[in-house]
């Protein structure tokens, strides 16, 4: 976004925030921890003021005539950052072969890193309940997904990831359920969505999306334990 950020209530609808193209610069990424005032950026695009390596954490409901005492909290990698993902109490920051996971918003500490299969999309999804803390991304093997149990937070313990194998060909987009009981996945053919138990790992269901190839952006539910909704776009 060349001008900016902007929050926006989706019902009823109205601005709710904003961040100035002169505070920001151009951004490539920005999330919202859950309806907060903590909005996580990176830059990029035309003119960004901000380095794609950086993300930065903005306190939008900090009052202060300078800009920059909005600035919370900055982390800087080595190399692109592709996607941030943030619940109540972590943050995760997805690199194109790596994942980092830093304890949230007090103080950050670096509680986790995974090496990943080439990610150049950043493809990544966290719970957002209380009561599961599952990440899931794609795993080492082509069309597998990695799911990690983040409950156990002492930095520099391991948390092996589990693996499901879910499709033949590169994963193009996964999510998680709000309960975080499911996993959604497809692959970049974009003919078929298969949701997995996470307990289990056992699949679930298969749901047929047509013939042709097709690339699915996203995939949410409206409600919790819903099955998701795909968008898509073919060339027919």
């Excluded at 209530?9 to 919202?32: R, T």
């Amino acid at each position: 976004m060349e001008t900016g950020v902007r929050i926006y209530n989706v019902e009823p609808l109205m601005e709710k925030g904003h961040l100035d193209h002169e505070q920001v610069g151009s951004v490539a990424l920005c999330s919202m921890l859950h309806r907060s005032n903590l909005l996580a950026v990176v830059g990029g695009g035309v003119n960004p003021k901000f380095s794609e390596i950086s993300v930065l954490v903005w306190d939008d409901a900090r009052e202060s005539r300078d800009p920059k005492d909005k600035l919370v909290l900055e982390f800087t990698f080595t190399k692109p950052v592709l996607a941030v993902r943030m619940r109540h109490d972590k943050i995760i920051i997805v690199l194109k072969n790596r994942i980092y996971v830093y304890s949230f918003p007090d103080n950050p500490v670096k509680l986790f890193e995974f090496d990943t299969r080439d990610n150049p999309k950043g493809l990544c999804d966290l719970c957002p309940s209380l009561e599961k803390q599952l990440l899931v991304f794609p795993g080492h093997k082509c069309g597998s997904l990695q799911l990690v149990d983040l409950s156990n937070t002492k930095p520099g313990t391991s948390s092996a990831p589990f693996t499901i194998n879910a499709h033949q060909s590169e994963i193009a987009c996964v999510a998680l359920n709000q309960p975080g009981s499911v996993a959604a996945s497809a692959s970049r053919k974009g003919t078929l969505i298969r949701l997995f138990d996470t307990t289990t790992r056992d699949k679930l269901v298969e749901l047929r999306r047509g013939t042709d190839p097709a690339t699915l952006y996203c995939k949410q539910e409206s409600n919790p334990g819903q099955r998701p909704a795909p968008v898509h776009g073919s060339p027919t």
